[in-house]
């Protein structure tokens, strides 16, 4: 079973850029799909991005797409994501979550394992 730690997160004026990592332990993360998610105060947790287990391939939610970059170093079991022009919208607890699906899952329950989140905070 992989265990998930998300880190990276923290308060940036709009515009601003921000990095998150994601470290795996206990499984390589080769062996899984790794996505991105968010949750807002009073919202439902929204898709943002995922890369296939090889890492050849991506997806974005519109809402983030040109702005966000998803990526991982299997050297270092981590995956990230690279966010910038960063707007108060983009403001919430965001995880990092890991499936064994061979697709491009976009929601929640097709990932089995989850991280604690992080906070981001992007003021105006």
């Known amino acids: 079973q992989v265990q998930l730690v998300e880190s990276g997160g923290g308060l940036v004026q709009a515009g601003g850029s921000l990095r998150l990592s994601c470290a795996a332990s206990?499984?390589?993360?080769?062996?899984?799909?790794m996505g991105w998610f968010r949750q807002a105060p009073g919202k439902s947790r929204e898709f943002v991005s995922v890369i296939s287990w090889s890492g050849g391939t991506t997806n974005y939610a519109d809402t983030v797409k040109g702005r966000f970059t998803i990526s991982k170093d299997v050297a270092k079991n981590t995956v990230y994501l690279e966010m910038n022009s960063l707007k108060p919208e983009d403001s919430a607890v965001y995880y990092c979550?890991?499936?064994?699906?061979?697709?491009?899952?976009?929601?929640?329950?097709?990932?089995?394992?989850w991280g604690q989140g992080t906070q981001v905070t992007v003021s105006s």
């Open positions: 206990g499984r390589t993360i080769s062996a899984y799909t």
């Open positions: 979550a890991a499936s064994r699906a061979i697709s491009l899952p976009r929601d929640p329950p097709s990932f089995t394992t």
